[in-house]
């Protein structure tokens, strides 16, 4: 069986998840990863039998073996290594939101297109079974069009806490939505109002609201709150509502369908995105970095999300983020 070479550059909990799924697809060999601490890139190969592991990522994208790389690393560090593989021939599959600015988005894809690599960026819940039936069930014409779609995603405090240092919950969680949004819709953002509270001195605004005009006239609203007690049953309070003319989808990712109440309280347990099943990852995550190997040996180009999507997804964000920040409406 062929096998695709493949890296993994930043060993975050995420970072060592991709590595945890490349590690059991039988058509991958997790050549290197990569991680600025050594004793963790030591960790984590070890752990996951990668054959060798770099604390700089220029020499993962040197290294002859890797055909592939997975760029994990916080979203300000997501152009380097992404040019730095494209540059070397490698293929590559980045966490969302693609950069932290337009600039970097701009670069990463002019380079990947002009070094002829397929790149990819991980919008997750495309891969996710209750949105892409929902996607499906939209392009059918099953509710007629769309006029209005309302999204929350909500998570503990505690847990969002030491995220809140690298970006607000519209650039780092609202961009699933919409994401989703964009993807359901065919159809580009004209306007955004979003407003945001900080209600902790938090590095970022933990309270989010925002609200989209979509070009043939859909409305759209992302409720991204980081505030949750930390003691709430939910890892994640997702929900969306998809109202059209002649009907309606409901989608409640926030009941896992798996409750635990032990001596640490309630709690509703991930069965969606990486829970792991016999000892190994499952869920969209998987399906995710599945597609992806797929598309490296067939060379194929990655067709689910394409980088100018992602590209569009972040643009609308930092509007948001812009209009939450001025108090005006952002025309884009």
Same mark, same amino acid.
């Given at each position: 069986?062929?096998?695709?070479?493949?890296?993994?550059?930043?060993?975050?909990?995420?970072?060592?998840?991709?590595?945890?799924?490349?590690?059991?697809?039988?058509?991958? !060999? #997790?050549? &290197? /990863?990569?991680?600025? +601490?050594?004793?963790?890139?030591?960790?984590?190969?070890?752990?996951?039998? *990668?054959?060798?592991?770099?604390?700089?990522?220029?020499?993962?994208?040197?290294?002859? !073996? #890797?055909? &592939? /790389?997975?760029?994990? +690393?916080?979203?300000?560090?997501?152009?380097?290594?992404?040019?730095?593989? *494209?540059?070397?021939?490698?293929?590559?599959?980045?966490?969302?939101?693609?950069?932290?600015?337009?600039?970097?988005?701009?670069?990463?894809?002019?380079?990947?297109?002009?070094?002829?690599?397929?790149?990819?960026?991980?919008?997750?819940?495309?891969?996710?079974?209750?949105?892409?039936?929902?996607?499906?069930?939209?392009?059918?014409?099953?509710?007629?069009?769309?006029?209005?779609?309302?999204?929350?995603?909500?998570?503990?405090?505690?847990?969002?806490?030491?995220?809140?240092?690298?970006?607000?919950?519209?650039?780092?969680?609202?961009?699933?939505?919409?994401?989703?949004?964009?993807?359901?819709?065919?159809?580009?953002?004209?306007?955004?109002?979003?407003?945001?509270?900080?209600?902790?001195?938090?590095?970022?605004?933990?309270?989010?609201?925002?609200?989209?005009?979509?070009?043939?006239?859909?409305?759209?609203?992302?409720?991204?709150?980081?505030?949750?007690?930390?003691?709430?049953?939910?890892?994640?309070?997702?929900?969306?509502?998809?109202?059209?003319?002649?009907?309606?989808?409901?989608?409640?990712?926030?009941?896992?369908?798996?409750?635990?109440?032990?001596?640490?309280?309630?709690?509703?347990?991930?069965?969606?995105?990486?829970?792991?099943?016999?000892?190994?990852?499952?869920?969209?995550?998987?399906?995710?970095?599945?597609?992806?190997?797929?598309?490296?040996?067939?060379?194929?180009?990655?067709?689910?999300?394409?980088?100018?999507?992602?590209?569009?997804?972040?643009?609308?964000?930092?509007?948001?983020?812009?209009?939450?920040?001025?108090?005006?409406?952002?025309?884009?």
């Amino acid at each position: 069986m062929k096998k695709a070479r493949f890296a993994v550059i930043g060993l975050g909990w995420f970072g060592e998840k991709h590595v945890h799924v490349l590690s059991e697809l039988p058509n991958v !060999e #997790v050549v &290197a /990863v990569c991680s600025r +601490t050594e004793s963790r890139a030591r960790e984590v190969a070890n752990k996951y039998g *990668a054959k060798r592991w770099y604390t700089d990522w220029n020499k993962v994208v040197k290294d002859p !073996e #890797v055909e &592939a /790389v997975s760029v994990v +690393t916080h979203v300000p560090e997501h152009k380097e290594p992404t040019i730095l593989a *494209a540059e070397a021939g490698k293929h590559v599959l980045v966490e969302k939101p693609i950069a932290g600015n337009l600039k970097d988005a701009d670069e990463m894809i002019a380079s990947t297109e002009k070094n002829k690599v397929h790149f990819m960026v991980g919008h997750i819940l495309r891969f996710e079974s209750r949105y892409a039936q929902a996607k499906s069930i939209i392009e059918r014409g099953d509710i007629g069009k769309v006029v209005s779609i309302y999204a929350r995603r909500n998570i503990p405090g505690g847990f969002a806490a030491p995220h809140l240092r690298y970006g607000s919950p519209i650039l780092l969680d609202a961009i699933h939505d919409t994401d989703l949004m964009l993807w359901y819709l065919r159809d580009s953002v004209k306007s955004v109002y979003a407003t945001w509270i900080n209600t902790r001195g938090s590095p970022n605004p933990e309270v989010t609201w925002s609200v989209y005009n979509f070009s043939a006239g859909t409305k759209g609203v992302c409720e991204s709150l980081w505030l949750l007690p930390d003691n709430t049953a939910f890892a994640i309070d997702a929900k969306m509502e998809i109202l059209g003319s002649e009907g309606a989808v409901y989608i409640d990712c926030g009941d896992s369908g798996l409750e635990v109440n032990d001596k640490r309280g309630v709690k509703r347990h991930d069965t969606m995105h990486w829970p792991i099943v016999h000892g190994e990852v499952t869920g969209a995550l998987k399906e995710e970095i599945s597609y992806f190997v797929k598309c490296v040996l067939s060379d194929e180009k990655p067709r689910i999300v394409t980088p100018i999507e992602a590209r569009h997804a972040l643009e609308v964000v930092l509007a948001a983020e812009e209009s939450a920040r001025t108090g005006k409406i952002i025309t884009i």
